[in-house]
């Protein structure tokens, strides 16, 4: 298995477990098709090189 | 006689403080329409007669003493039901919080509403938990567009868009964590504030992303806007974001002026991936204000990617406990949102938090150049209830999370926008536009609002309702 390929569904099964959550069969296309789109929405951030001092902003001050 | 359902607030507190109407006339004008029309709208889930009625005439008793009730005297509002309600369970738009004790008090921002005249009569719709775009509950159905019932009129404060365009209050409170007062404002043609973050207290509201989470009025004018936004302004030690800076009151003349203030169009990823009538609406509002510079935002898709991955890890941490026991209780798109957002990686949210940082000086840099930049609100009209998906930038996607690809990078740095309602020619459906300011420049974007207004190029009437089938 390549860096970029990845199985969704054994994430789901094995991070349910993980995490004490239920693992509804029902729930785990819904929970899928977030876990893909999520991790299409982050690869542009993941890509982004920060500074080792770069902040984070947990209490936001305009 | 007047139609007091039609009323801005602004001329209902006129006219009430004057003693020229009764704050009990309003509100039983307001009541009677909610009464006729909301089985068919769908914006409240609790209509507080009784209390507005002992309240109206509280103010009815003070203006016969000589007494000023305050700048909102017998303004009928209604807030989304995640603000708490002496009296009445905080439902957050989900099943599992009928559950909960009802509050003990209300929500700061009612009390300091109340405190400048307001009369609050209800509890509004909204998508549960806030996690929602569209304004359709799963549990009390969705709230509906007045100015087309088949449409959505987004979300997550469907019920606050609903019932000002409706005309069954003038002025509505909701929360915006990524979009959800700015949303609905588009899809149902309204004026909305989403302010600075930190400028009004969260003090007696349900959460969902406390790092992006802001609570704003919706209304029919941009005047209403700054009425209560005035009467909400604050300190409040209880919520540890709102700020202490105090301002002065925004005040809005016949005769607002723009002059001087630096405007630009945002370009870039503002330009792209939305349906034509975005745009269009976008150069409308610039052409009216005479806008010929476009500044591009570098970085927006990366805010907006951020603001996602900090809402779904958030949001699940907030609801963690009860997807263990009752997550067969929940909306079940909310639910598999919540249950993907509890596995994404602490590296990946605190990395968002980081781009926060830079996003942020980035636009304060581009706040030194230009005092105001205008945006699309939403990327189309209201889409119809029970619609999916749609074409964004010839890509099919799910409506629910992308109505707000415009208004979430916005947020994700907490500045403050005014949506305003743009009619273009030929269209029965508004959509809005952002009026973007530096963060704590308010005033800014609602001296724009106000001038196109004024001007004609921006309006919310209210909605002509169906009459009831007999």
Avoid at chain 1, 6 to 18: C, G, K
Avoid at chain 2, 175 to 196: A, M, Q, Y
Wanted: proline residues 8%; negative net charge; charged residues 20%.
């Amino acid at each position: 298995m390549t860096q970029d390929e990845f199985d969704p569904d054994a994430i789901a099964r094995s991070m349910l477990a993980y995490l004490g959550l239920p693992d509804e069969p029902a729930y785990r296309p819904g929970i899928v098709a977030h876990l893909v789109a999520a991790r299409g929405i982050a690869a542009g951030l993941l890509a982004l090189p920060l500074d080792d001092e770069a902040e984070p902003a947990p209490v936001f001050k305009p | 006689m007047t139609d007091w359902t039609i009323a801005t607030a602004a001329e209902i507190a006129e006219t009430v403080r004057s003693g020229e109407v009764s704050a009990s006339t309003v509100v039983e004008a307001c009541l009677a329409r909610i009464d006729a029309h909301d089985s068919a709208i769908g914006a409240f889930t609790h209509v507080a007669h009784e209390r507005a009625r002992a309240r109206a005439a509280g103010i009815d008793a003070m203006i016969k003493r000589g007494e000023d009730p305050g700048p909102l005297a017998g303004v009928p509002f209604a807030v989304k039901n995640l603000f708490d309600i002496k009296g009445i369970a905080t439902l957050a738009g989900s099943k599992i919080n009928r559950d909960l004790a009802p509050a003990s008090r209300d929500a700061v921002l009612i009390e300091r509403l109340e405190a400048n005249g307001a009369i609050l009569l209800g509890a509004l719709n909204m998508g549960e938990y806030a996690y929602d775009f569209t304004g359709e509950n799963y549990h009390d159905g969705p709230s509906r567009n007045p100015h087309a019932p088949e449409h959505m009129t987004g979300g997550s404060s469907g019920g606050s868009g609903a019932a000002a365009a409706a005309g069954f209050v003038p002025l509505t409170l909701g929360s915006d964590t990524n979009g959800s007062i700015r949303v609905p404002s588009s899809l149902c043609g309204l004026f909305g504030l989403k302010p600075t973050y930190g400028r009004l207290s969260r003090s007696g509201s349900f959460p969902f992303v406390a790092s992006l989470d802001h609570l704003g009025p919706l209304a029919r004018s941009a005047v209403d806007l700054a009425l209560s936004y005035n009467a909400m302004t604050g300190p409040d030690p209880v919520d540890p974001v709102c700020t202490d800076r105090i301002d002065p009151p925004v005040t809005l003349t016949a005769s607002t002026a723009i002059d001087g203030l630096r405007i630009a169009k945002a370009g870039g990823f503002f330009e792209e991936g939305g349906h034509q009538e975005a745009f269009d609406a976008v150069a409308k509002i610039c052409t009216a204000l005479g806008v010929s510079q476009t500044l591009p935002i570098e970085n927006a898709a990366l805010a907006r990617a951020s603001a996602y991955l900090i809402t779904m890890a958030e949001g699940a941490s907030l609801h963690l406990d009860r997807l263990r026991t009752r997550h067969a209780d929940y909306d079940p798109d909310v639910r598999d949102r919540l249950l993907a957002g509890a596995m994404i990686p602490g590296a990946w949210v605190t990395k968002a938090q980081k781009f926060r940082s830079l996003f942020r000086a980035q636009m304060q840099a581009l706040f030194e150049e230009v005092d105001v930049l205008i945006a699309p609100a939403t990327p189309c009209v209201a889409p119809r209830i029970g619609q999916k998906t749609f074409m964004l930038g010839g890509k099919e996607l799910p409506v629910r999370p992308n109505l707000g690809i415009f208004t979430q990078p916005i947020s994700f740095i907490g500045l403050p926008v005014v949506s305003v309602p743009v009619w273009l020619e030929g269209s029965p459906l508004p959509i809005g536009v952002q009026i973007i300011a530096a963060p704590w420049r308010e005033d800014i974007a609602l001296r724009v609002a106000a001038w196109l207004e004024e001007n004609g190029h921006v309006s919310a009437p209210v909605a002509t309702l169906k009459e009831k089938a007999v």
